[in-house]
């Protein structure tokens, strides 16, 4: 199934590229999230060829209308991560998906065809980075560790929302090396996988954002969880935080606010 996913992904890859450099209509969502014809068309390639493809699983896409949808034997799709990076022809966009398989992990894919970047990851078999082994770093000192996080779309318009965000960065930034925000959820857990950065957290993301980063990362080492520690839960929790394992319990500590 991985080799098949693989070759559908890159074609669809065609399709996000060709949109990053042509000029786009943007359409609002909501007042910070962005949608275009690309999200759309790429989304639309995916389900059609996943559906004839693959006749035992249901397409969960960002783009769609999931509501009659139930996980279980799931293929769950972001068409483009990093929907504003692409609009602003920021390189650090892709496409993700994860395969779930009575609602368990099976296999995980994220591609940025702008810098020909292909994630992959089959449960037990490993993470890759373009066929290279991926491994978390082994920081262990927090003051030490990169971070990642996101801002979500609702700090607009959520005053409470807003100030959590704020407040966990006045607690988190002093302790830390230092922290980035670069507009892909799926790739910020890719980063995480590579080693690139010790931790990344997040409020608001759904399924989609992290379906497959989740997969990659865990076969690459790291660890997964809600903001309490607890396992994080597909399509129920507020907050992701996501590392390389040896800082989880010290970011869970500094996240307390
Ligand atoms: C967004 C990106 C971003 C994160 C947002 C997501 P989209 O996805 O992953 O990094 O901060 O919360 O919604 O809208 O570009 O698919
Ligand atoms: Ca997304
Ligand atoms: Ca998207």
Redesign the pocket.
Known sequence: MKDKLIQIIKEAGEILKDGYYSKKDVTFKAKKDLVTKY?VAVENFLKKKFEEEFVNFNVIA?ESDNTNKIFSNSIIV????G?TNFVNKLPHTAISVGVYKDKKPFIGIVYNPILDELYTAVVGEGAFCNDVKLEVSDESDFQKALLSTGFPYTSGTCADDLNDVMKKLTNILPKCQDIRRLGSAALDLCYVARGIYEGYYEMNLKA?DVSAGIIILQEAGGKISNIDGSDYVLFQNKYIVASNNKIHEEFIENLKV
Do not use: L
């Not at 972001?78 to 991560?81: A, K, R, V």
């Open positions: 999200d960002e972001d068409p483009i991560d929907t989609w």
